[in-house]
């Protein structure tokens, strides 16, 4: 743009020393010529507006500037003399602009690292405003102002505390994790069309599953036993539950609450048609079904519990599972073989559980 104004000077210069040896009558004939192609010019363009290079706005802006708005009106342009003035207002705008811009920077910018840290203090403490982020980073020695911690978390896109301070299902299972087991019962049929339900319980954290029973009819009483029994195990275990989520399902009565609440366990109960909420218990009765029921034809009461009596240690004894790392719930997963000799010459041996249902695969003793 500084060019083009620099030509559009120059040539204009020039054109101002060829008028001067002109009398007043020849230039007052020229701007009647100017002025007839002008009109010419317009009629042409029917309606249609012209465009104007940067460059020369901001010449015809300087050039005009010193005239009064009313002979601006009388001028005959392809413009409005509305619109030169504020051509010119916006060229001393920007030249204001470029003169008052500070010489030197301003505060640098916020490390990357505090960036990121910020709002990982703010989604794991929902509780926590900036304030107290602030202070949390001052005792990890990270000096940081108060505003700038705000700034960030609006940035991020972070609610401040009483709009995010509400704790929801997923955080109260994660933080309650280790203490928290959830129960169900599921159906199966045998060959002769009967029709057997079975209880089971799955603790959160080490996935571990325990099958309490199957039974024809799940009587109050039955289902009272089943809890006694299940808070014994649980103390033999060395296991301190505080939670204990069930669906409301008619089959579990009031009783079984009461058991629970003698030892201790609160009962949460899931909502109205929302599989979700007890999601783990409904992933391992599907497990169940794929792995074991699908492939097995039960004959009775009994063959079902030896079925699941074997799939219950195969699942806490050697089935992995990726919600713990793929480890097993009773035994934590093997070091592994750094030996290239031993890699080599493995001997893996297959162990078969219900007549071959399920597979086992170990070392070679």
């Known amino acids: ?125 929902p509780g926590w405003g900036y304030r107290r982020i602030h202070g949390e980073l001052l005792v990890l020695g990270v000096q940081v102002a108060a505003s700038t911690v705000w700034q960030i978390l609006k940035e991020a896109g972070i609610d401040p505390v009483p ?41 959160h954290g080490g996935r571990r599953i325990r099958v309490l029973g199957a039974t024809a009819h799940p009587t109050a009483s039955w289902v009272a036993q089943a809890a006694k029994n299940l808070v014994m195990d649980l103390e033999d275990a060395g296991c301190r539950a505080r939670f204990m989520i069930r669906d409301r399902d008619g089959k579990s009565p009031a009783l079984f609450d009461t058991v629970l609440e003698d030892a201790w366990i609160e009962v949460v109960l899931s909502g109205i048609r929302i599989p979700r909420m007890n999601e783990l218990m409904e992933r391992w009765v599907q497990t169940c079904r794929r792995e074991l029921l699908d492939r097995t034809l039960v004959w009775n009461q009994r063959h079902l519990l030896h079925a699941l009596r074997e799939f219950e240690q195969h699942y806490n004894s050697h089935r992995s599972h990726q919600g713990i790392a793929d480890a097993r719930p009773l035994h934590p997963l093997r070091p592994p073989i750094t030996d290239p000799d031993a890699i080599s010459h493995l001997d893996i041996r297959r162990r078969d559980r219900l007549g071959g249902t399920l597979h086992e695969y170990q070392h070679a003793a």
């Open 1 to 125: 743009m500084l060019l083009r104004l620099t030509y559009l000077a120059v040539t204009n210069a020039f054109a101002l020393l060829r008028l001067l040896p002109m009398s007043d009558h020849g230039k007052d004939a020229e701007s009647l010529a100017l002025r007839h192609q002008i009109g010419v010019l317009e009629r042409q363009l029917d309606g249609r507006r012209v465009r104007f290079t940067p460059g020369d706005r901001a010449f015809l802006a300087a050039l005009l500037r010193r005239l009064p708005t009313e002979v601006l009106r009388g001028v005959r342009l392809l413009v409005r003399p509305d619109t030169v003035m504020r051509r010119h207002r916006d060229l001393l705008a920007r030249r204001h602009t470029a003169r008052s811009r500070p010489k030197r920077g301003g505060r640098p910018r916020t490390v990357r690292s505090i960036r990121a840290i910020i709002p990982r203090l703010a989604s794991k403490n």
């Open 163 to 203: 709009e995010r301070g509400s704790s929801t299902w997923t955080d109260f299972l994660r933080s309650q994790a280790d203490a928290l087991p959830a129960c169900d019962f599921f159906e199966a049929v045998t060959l002769s069309g009967a029709r057997l339900y079975v209880f089971a319980v799955l603790e």
